[in-house]
């Protein structure tokens, strides 16, 4: 079966405290995470590119392409949606920051769930997460391909053809070289782009808040708040979980990120609660600006036509230059992501070798990186907006659970090696509770979603028993 390799091999990391009895590797070393035959990545992320990642994978979707989705679905309190969201994601932030502490290395969900619930659900986390990434990373193109073409609307260009899934193909193709150059080639732009998006959002939307509580400017839209009741709250929660994909995406690449106790607990859940907060923020900014069934009509470039409200034609320009930025980040996030889970099953055997070979030039996992791009271009091709979304957050839901499982697992029967910097608090209740909210969501979804991301899981299932069944990994309670 092709280049399979049965000895099951566990990365190795160059560290100054060594290696546990079990051969689980401590992870110290500040520079580089050393591989197997002498390969490595590179500790090339601080503190703010852990940030950049979390913040800029998620401050996309959540805010320049749902909101004309959400309130059309729930009304004002889709601001409500938002919040369920972060709850949950907080709380799988959590038990996701301890275990990346314990465990810092390159492929995050998929290694944490690994080592405490073994190879097989390993495995299934290990191709959801990709591919979950995949379906995600497909959405944001969608996204920025809808506001690339009103960015050429608002000048007056005229495109011969809908330029929106063109546009979102060749920036696809586009980042997947950028991250194959270079990690810290990735990170650099991830954290430039953070940074003059975040300056845009906070001017935008503290003029707004004004506006919507009376300080300056006109009257509120008045509306009631849940106008379909409580439960397309909750349907438009599991639709908008997408948007917080990016806290995960910062454990997938814990294997290239610098001082890693400290750092990884705070990119994590430092850009979830940072988030949240700017979702909740512009959800009633919007339906107090122009109303709910105004922002259905706007669809995925709504925040164009309210900062258009707000400012006229300079508010219009800047919302789309920040649109173009954040759906740009978040893809750029999410493709190097996803490469990483890739990197990760096959350095455990779970997937061919050659997918784990690093390029000797830049550092990066290149075939990797192919197996990420190639999936996600196919499916931006397709332009589903709201089933991309979906799937990508079912897949992400099912990983999460097993996350809070696994912690639950390891605190009640720790193994030598673990050992995390930073503990949870309330365990076992609160990631018990994580996990089955994660699980919860699921039930909101459109039944579409669902058997697709579980079909997902099916495959992935029967490519662990064809491929890996025999596969024994290092580490594992």
């Known amino acids: 079966m092709g280049d399979r390799d049965e000895r099951a091999p566990e990365p190795r990391g160059r560290n100054v405290a060594g290696e546990t009895p079990t051969g689980e590797p401590v992870a110290t070393d500040e520079d580089v995470t050393v591989h197997e035959e002498g390969t490595e990545l590179e500790r090339t992320i601080g503190l703010v590119g852990g940030l950049a990642i979390g913040i800029g994978t998620m401050i996309g979707a959540g805010i320049f392409v749902f909101p004309g989705i959400a309130a059309g679905e729930a009304g004002p309190a889709a601001a409500a949606s938002f919040a369920i969201g972060g709850v949950v994601a907080l709380l799988v932030a959590l038990p996701s920051a301890e275990l990346a502490t314990a465990m810092p290395r390159s492929g ?3 290694y944490f769930v690994s080592r405490a619930l073994g190879a097989a659900y390993g495995t299934v986390v290990g191709i959801s997460l990709w591919l979950g990434l995949v379906f995600a990373s497909a959405f944001y193109l969608v996204g920025f391909g809808h506001y690339a073409a009103a960015v050429l609307a608002e000048v007056g260009v005229a495109a011969p053809i809908d330029p929106v899934i063109p546009l979102g193909v060749l920036f696809g193709v586009l980042l997947t070289v950028l991250s ?8 650099k732009l991830q954290n430039a782009i953070v940074g003059v998006l975040l300056v845009i959002l906070t001017s935008f939307l503290a003029y707004g808040a004004g506006d919507a509580l009376g300080v300056f400017g006109t009257s509120a839209v008045p509306e009631q708040f849940a106008p379909f009741g409580v439960g397309p709250i909750f349907s438009t929660a599991a639709l908008v979980f997408t948007s917080y994909l990016g806290f995960a995406q910062v454990a997938t690449v814990a294997g290239e990120i610098k001082n890693p106790d400290r750092n990884l607990p705070l990119a994590m859940v430092g850009s979830v609660v940072i988030v949240a907060t700017f979702y909740v923020v512009t959800i009633f900014v919007a339906t107090s600006a122009v109303g709910s069934e105004a922002l259905r009509g706007f669809g995925e470039t709504a925040m164009v036509e309210v900062s258009r409200e707000f400012f006229g034609v300079a508010g219009a320009v800047a919302i789309l230059f920040a649109g173009l930025l954040a759906t740009f980040s978040s893809a750029n996030a999410s493709i190097l992501s996803s490469s990483r889970s890739i990197y990760a099953l096959s350095s455990d055997a779970l997937l061919p070798r050659r997918a784990s070979e690093i390029n000797l030039r830049y550092g990066t996992p290149h075939v990797a990186l192919a197996m990420a791009g190639g999936p996600i271009v196919v499916l931006t091709a397709t332009g589903q907006v709201e089933l991309l979304a979906e799937v990508a957050s079912f897949l992400h839901l099912i990983m999460y659970g097993l996350i809070c499982a ?21 365990s076992p209740y609160l990631p018990a509770i994580g996990g089955l909210a994660s699980f919860g969501l699921i039930a909101f979804m459109a039944p579409a979603s669902i058997v697709v991301g579980v079909l997902v899981m099916a495959g992935a299932y029967g490519w662990h028993s064809y491929y890996a069944r025999g596969v024994t990994l290092k580490g594992q309670l």
């Open 108 to 110: 995050g969900g998929y």
């Open 180 to 187: 194959a150059t270079g990690t810290e080639n990735a990170a």
């Open 406 to 426: 696994a912690l639950i697992a390891l605190r009640r029967n720790p193994p030598e090696w673990y050992d995390p910097d930073f503990r949870m608090p309330g």
